[in-house]
């Protein structure tokens, strides 16, 4: 197998390592001949190499009009100088050092390139500086409670801090670290400010950091706050108020067996009853309800089918506190059966919805009541017809489980467990 080539005219590779004597120059002719080590090659000679025998071979380029294996065609160039090495090294050294001076149009434009730039160093120093005024979360934590306790804040400046603050403390990490510096102690006094913007924002805030946050329910209760969240539901707050309250309660009684055991100690049920029976807070009627309707299933499926939220070494005692909680014996005697069902009369699915997952989850202690409540019976009956209506058609639309026809499967087995 041979590799062919040629030789460009007018150049030629010359390396530092060359003899710095002359190279012995090769002669060609039309005939291949080997090239011994170390001669010189004129430029425009055709240079091949056999890759079986390993040696290099040359001769003249071909005639124009003849032509060589693979179509190549050339011509000689007979009047190209031949050099040697030192002569060449020399001639290199002087191109190197024939330095190109910039005209002034070049320079300015290179000037102009430069300016849009900013040095490497200088991007170094900003990114540095950048880096060591960036705040951690549990920095800006604290620079916010400062502003807060600032007696030069204005109303304003600690209600936008309390507002930042709710939006860190969702983090469970970032709530934890807000009982070290303070924080949920803060905004538990804060519940008994006299201004309401406050009241809100601060029980916004500890809704937040309660939910699904074992350790900032444990503070809570110890620092108090079960009671002054009865106290602002229990008594005369704007709606705002009242509806933060009310989250922030849900938060701390949720999975939380010692919490519940607190709130039906204090009263709970009778504030929440309250809250339902005031007027104008259809809205709280509705959460107050979704709050009992949730204790009651976390209970039940913590105690029949041991699906405890936290499964860790406290669990036996986190059984033996749910099974304390006497829920709905209590929503039994407060009446409670009585007043669910009249969140049916309402015209909002969502409402309904609601009301009858609470109907069957009270069905224990409020089965004969309900039995013997011709009006419930009669509101069931048209609820079942409206929505058999509307779940027929949504299986005309293809759709075999939608919300209607899940809304009537809740209607079907209030009335079936009523026979």
């Known amino acids: 197998m041979v590799v062919e080539g040629s030789e460009p005219d007018g150049e030629a590779q010359v390396s530092d390592d060359e003899d710095p004597e002359d190279l012995e120059v090769f002669q060609p002719t039309d005939q291949w001949q080997e090239l011994r080590p170390g001669q010189a090659v004129p430029a425009g000679s055709h240079v091949r190499l056999d890759l079986q025998t390993g040696k290099r071979e040359a001769k003249l380029q071909?005639?124009?009009?003849?032509?060589?294996?693979?179509?190549?065609?050339?011509?000689?160039?007979?009047?190209?100088?031949?050099?040697?090495?030192?002569?060449l090294k020399k001639a290199l050294k002087h191109f190197k050092e024939a330095a190109v001076v910039p005209t002034d149009e070049e320079k300015e434009a290179a000037e102009a390139l430069r300016a849009q730039f900013r040095p490497l160093d200088e991007l170094k120093r900003d990114m540095e500086v950048l880096g060591m005024m960036m705040e951690t979360d549990f920095q800006i934590m604290s620079r916010l409670l400062q502003q807060f306790n600032s007696s030069a804040a204005s109303l304003e400046e600690r209600v936008s801090a309390l507002r930042e603050l709710e939006y860190l403390v969702h983090q469970v990490d970032n709530a934890q670290d807000f009982i070290t510096i303070g924080g949920l102690q803060l905004v538990i006094g804060t519940l008994n400010s006299s201004e309401a913007v406050l009241q809100e924002h601060a029980a916004l805030v500890l809704g937040s950091a309660l939910s699904s946050n074992p350790v900032v329910q444990v503070e809570s209760v110890e620092g108090g706050a079960l009671q002054k969240l009865l106290l602002l539901l229990a008594t005369e707050q704007p709606l705002p108020v009242k509806k933060k309250a009310l989250f922030a309660m849900a938060s701390l009684l949720?999975?939380?067996p010692f919490a519940q055991q607190r709130f039906l100690k204090l009263g709970g049920l009778q504030v929440l009853e309250a809250l339902f029976l005031s007027s104008g807070g259809a809205s709280l009627r509705v959460r107050a309800v979704t709050l009992l309707y949730d204790m009651i299933v976390e209970k039940e499926l913590i105690l029949q089918h041991g699906l405890d939220p936290v499964p860790d070494a406290s669990h036996e005692a986190r059984l033996r506190q749910y099974a304390q909680v006497s829920l709905l014996p209590q929503l039994a005697e407060r009446g409670w059966c009585g007043l669910v069902p009249e969140l049916l009369a309402s015209p909002e699915h969502d409402v309904r919805e609601k009301a009858l997952r609470a109907l069957l989850a009270m069905m224990p202690p409020c089965r004969e009541l309900y039995r013997g409540d011709r009006a419930l019976a009669g509101a069931l009956s048209l609820l079942q017809e409206q929505y058999?209506?509307?779940?027929?058609?949504?299986?005309?639309?293809?759709?075999?489980?939608?919300?209607?026809?899940?809304?009537?499967?809740?209607?079907?087995?209030?009335?079936?467990k009523l026979r």
């Open 62 to 87: 071909d005639s124009p009009g003849e032509e060589e294996e693979g179509g190549r065609q050339g011509t000689v160039n007979t009047e190209s100088q031949t050099f040697t090495a030192q002569e």
């Open 388 to 416: 058999q209506g509307l779940a027929e058609s949504e299986r005309g639309f293809g759709d075999e489980d939608g919300y209607f026809g899940e809304l009537l499967g809740l209607v079907d087995s209030m009335l079936g």
């Open 254 to 256: 949720r999975h939380f």
